[in-house]
């Protein structure tokens, strides 16, 4: 779980890992929508929502 409760999506960084973590108690009731963010990710379409936030750990810190 991730401090603000929002998931991190996206590359990791470290080769063909990606991530789709950090959901806390709301796992379950955004899987699937992270779950299809991550696909388009990978496959390189452009997600339907704004991932502002939601891709690095810079918004914890500067």
Known sequence: MTPDG???LGPSGIGNVW???GHGSTGWAMSMGSAR???????QRKPEIDLD???TLARYGK
């Open 6 to 8: 929002a998931p991190l």
């Open 19 to 21: 991530l789709n973590l």
């Open 53 to 55: 936030g939601l891709t």
């Open 37 to 43: 963010v991550v696909a388009d990710l990978i496959t």
